[in-house]
């Protein structure tokens, strides 16, 4: 099993990079493989990559620091993108997002990154609290024993959801079929 994490922010091992590790160790020691992907460049070709990447991986964690009181634009760039991609990629893989900031801002930033989870039917992981770091530096977010421990969580409960979903594809439980997408439209 292999969890991808894409970086959002555009400083490659910044706060959001050290949220993003603290899962990516949690989930090493449960036997779950990941990659961290550094999806701070929205270029068509960066996108591509991730997309490929996606395609192998079981679930998907997104992470972005808070500029604005939202993701930053490249991961939201980036996300329009790839959902526009990949889209079947993410159907039914479970997902979570993480935020980074010095102070505020997340809970905001969370709802902009889940968004594109549940359009694509993903089970949304959660963890003790708001998944979200504080720390205007990595030794600072290195600090927040709340956020680490936040992180820690996630990344058991996303070890434990994907064990579960591998028992139940063992057991013969299917995936659920998806229908056609209905359009409604009130303009005549």
């Known amino acids: 099993m292999k969890v991808l994490l894409l970086n959002g922010s555009p400083r490659k091992q910044g706060c959001t990079f050290t949220a993003l590790s603290e899962v990516a ?9 990941t990659e961290i992907f550094q999806a701070g460049n929205p270029d068509t070709e960066n996108v591509k990559a991730a997309a ?4 192998q991986a079981d679930a ?5 620091p808070v500029y604005w009181a939202s993701p930053t634009g490249q991961i939201i760039e980036f996300m ?5 991609m990949a889209g079947d ?3 039914h893989k479970p997902a ?5 900031a010095r102070r505020a801002g997340t809970t905001a930033t969370l709802d ?3 968004k594109y989870f549940t359009y694509h039917q993903m089970p949304v992981v959660s963890s003790n609290y708001w998944t979200m770091v504080h720390g205007n530096a990595p030794e600072e977010v290195k600090q927040d024993a709340e956020g680490l421990q936040i992180m820690r969580t996630l990344g058991q409960n996303m070890a434990w959801l994907l064990k579960c979903i591998e028992a ?13 997408k209905i359009m409604t439209n009130f303009i005549r």
Request: hydrophobic share 45%.
């Open 89 to 91: 990629a993410l159907l």
């Open 168 to 180: 139940g594809k063992k057991a013969g439980v299917e995936i659920p079929t998806t229908e056609e």
């Open 96 to 100: 979570a997002a993480v935020a980074s």
């Open 52 to 55: 490929e990447k996606l395609k």
């Open 60 to 64: 998907l964690i997104v992470g972005s």
């Open 112 to 114: 902009v990154l889940l």
């Open 25 to 33: 160790k949690t989930l090493g020691e449960q036997g779950i493989e």
């Open 80 to 84: 329009d993108k790839l959902c526009s």
